[in-house]
């Protein structure tokens, strides 16, 4: 199989699960394969405005779930990877900003840092780093599917209750998503998609 | 090779080309296979808020390029892919929006139509559909480097003028990101990131 094909293969093999088996647990060399594709995903400026939170222990996950509306992902998995957004260390004044922008304008920081500068005052830093989380979101979930492991992204939650249970700052990160990982009880559904004839448009 | 060691792979030789080489036309099939990428993407209720507007003529890139600041990416690229956000299409009260709704929720329609109701009344569309679209962002990304296609995701651009350019109603739909495709003139720098330690945290 081509490389190419074998991707796309991939991609049809990935489903949100929305029910796991309780019990089974996570092999820790295919969490830390998930969370190193989430580690290599892209980002603007090259920035990595994220952080990794990871719930194993399952006694933490009824309260959890709570905060997720009752969603039954998010107690029957294996682990719970919170995703969460840099929003203070986004500042152009901040240590962390400063160090990451280094490493990309090594040559160049005054002028990298005034375009950023220019950047941040026009950007809702919030919602880009909660957007540019999603591409290590997805990172993650195909390579869950690559491990055998299931995964389901959890979009609707109380953020206050999960900052509250986590404590995480909110003030200076925002909860992104929370991505379920374990085992499926139930096998895919059917993936339904919008014809690409439709979706797309030539210029 | 295992899967998950050649996703991993993939993830690793994927990077951000600065510049293309011009001239050099994209094959229909990898095109073709980017765009299919994006479409499996998942999203929020399986609702699908992208449209892909690809932009394969030359004489349209340099005003294109204007508006995404002067970068070169814009103009050197083989065609650039404009992902944009689905606004109005997502109001709950739209057809589009509840012909997807009815495919997830064939036998309880009228429970997801109020759970979803209830979503986009606390929900900044605009900006969830912004962030839906980086889901598909990373699958084409992804799929371009299995097809040896080169590419940059371009977050910096003037959207009020790339949807005057590309006649796009900004009511209805938010510019999300743009993807230059093509072959890179220069070969892949060092991938910098965090440490994976300093990233994650354990519960």
């Known amino acids: 199989m081509s490389e190419i094909d074998a991707v796309i293969d991939l991609m049809r093999r990935r489903y949100a699960c929305h029910a796991f088996r309780p019990g ?42 709570d905060a997720c509306f009752g969603q039954p992902q998010a107690v029957t998995c294996s682990a719970l990877v919170v995703i969460l957004a ?6 152009p004044d901040s240590a962390t900003l400063r160090t990451r922008l280094a490493r990309e304008h ?30 290590a979101a997805m990172q993650m979930m195909l390579a869950a599917t690559a491990c055998g492991v299931d995964s389901c992204a959890l979009g ?33 559904g059917d993936k339904r998609r919008v014809p690409l004839a439709q979706l797309t448009e030539y210029r």
Chains 1, 2 share one sequence.
């Open 24 to 65: 089974v647990a996570i092999a820790e060399e295919d969490l830390q394969a998930v969370l190193e594709a989430g580690r290599l995903a892209p980002s603007s400026f090259g920035l990595e405005p994220w952080r990794f939170l990871v719930v194993r222990n399952p006694a933490r996950l009824p309260e959890l779930q």
């Open 86 to 91: 840099s929003v203070a260390d986004m500042d």
């Open 156 to 188: 609707g939650f109380d953020e206050n209750r999960i900052g509250a249970l986590l404590g995480i700052d909110l003030k200076c990160e925002a909860v992104a998503l929370l991505l379920a990982l374990g085992r499926c009880a139930q096998g895919p």
């Open 106 to 135: 090594a040559d160049d920081f005054a002028a990298g840092l005034a375009a950023y500068r220019q950047f941040h005052a026009a950007t809702d830093t919030r919602a880009w780093a909660n957007a540019q989380c999603m591409l």
